[in-house]
């Protein structure tokens, strides 16, 4: 049975039951900022998000938290804790009849064999592994020499390069700047790398870090990531960086991040088929 959970107090033993389960336990909630974020906030505001749970003989046995983007038909998990198959098979049910044709993102722990093994038989597309690393003593007072904030001058050129194939477009992240910082490596009157991070939390989180390939060797990627550590004072910083990526892992190291153990996530991407009457 499926039951929209209306109060944190209905599912907070439930969901503490699964802190550093190393299988179950869910990347997107690490601490008590998340827990607002992903959970809290989305059980407050249903015209947004959707949280349900589900229910065997009237005890919890899954809980499953979606932000909820109907003009652009895409939902994403933001939570999903239960041990249970039959919780992720009532999910897909439940996401199959309310938003059928809808892109739909998951987030998840990639020691999570039962989601894992779901999603690779509904032909979801993965993503790689992605090492979650934190912020310790940032390394300050670098060069940072042609870097600077967006500004309407580079507005153009900065959405050009980012052409990533990702949710959070250019064009989307100009849109958000009441959320995110951005910083612009600025090359001869040319963009031509530029880093995207959020500044409105504790523990803020960069989105995209791109510098174009001719212009790599000039540390630009050092400067970027220098002035966002500057910038974001005295706040903490993640980064989700590809398990195989060692250039990326050596940099942010180098800049005070270590990694965080037992906090990787798996991201996989499912288009939620249309079922014929």
Not at 177 to 182: A, E, G, L, V, Y
Not at 208 to 229: I, S
């Amino acid at each position: 049975m499926i039951k929209v959970i209306k109060s944190y107090d209905e599912c907070r033993d439930f969901a503490s039951n699964f802190n550093g389960d190393p299988s179950f336990s869910d990347p997107m909630l690490c601490h008590e900022e998340q827990i607002q974020h992903n959970l809290i906030k989305p059980i407050e505001k249903t015209d947004r998000y959707c949280v349900f749970g589900i229910y065997r003989e009237n005890q919890i046995i899954g809980l499953f938290a979606f932000l909820v983007l109907r003009d652009e038909h895409y939902i994403e998990m933001l939570v999903g804790l239960s041990r249970e198959k039959e919780a992720y098979l009532e999910m897909f049910r439940y996401l199959e009849q309310c938003y059928p044709g809808f892109s739909a993102d998951f987030v998840f722990n990639p020691g999570n064999y039962i989601l894992k093994e779901l999603l690779e038989l509904r032909k979801a597309d993965f993503e790689p592994e992605l090492q979650k690393m934190v912020l310790g003593t940032p390394v300050l007072g670098l060069d940072t020499t042609g870097v600077e904030l967006l500004s309407e001058k580079y507005k153009e050129q900065y959405c050009t390069i980012h052409y990533k194939d990702m949710y959070w477009t250019g064009e989307k992240v100009v849109q958000a700047q009441d959320r995110f910082r951005t910083l612009l490596a600025i090359h001869d009157e040319k963009v031509v790398g530029y880093m995207d991070v959020t500044y409105i939390y504790r523990e803020n989180e960069p989105t995209d870090l791109f510098v174009l390939e001719d212009y790599r060797t000039l540390d630009y990627e050092r400067k970027l990531l220098t002035k966002a550590l500057e910038l974001n004072q005295p706040n903490g910083m993640m980064i989700l960086l590809d398990v195989n990526d060692e250039h990326a892992i050596t940099l942010f190291e180098s800049m005070g991040f270590a990694k965080a153990q037992g906090q990787n996530n798996l991201t996989a991407h499912w288009t939620v088929p249309v079922l014929k009457e």
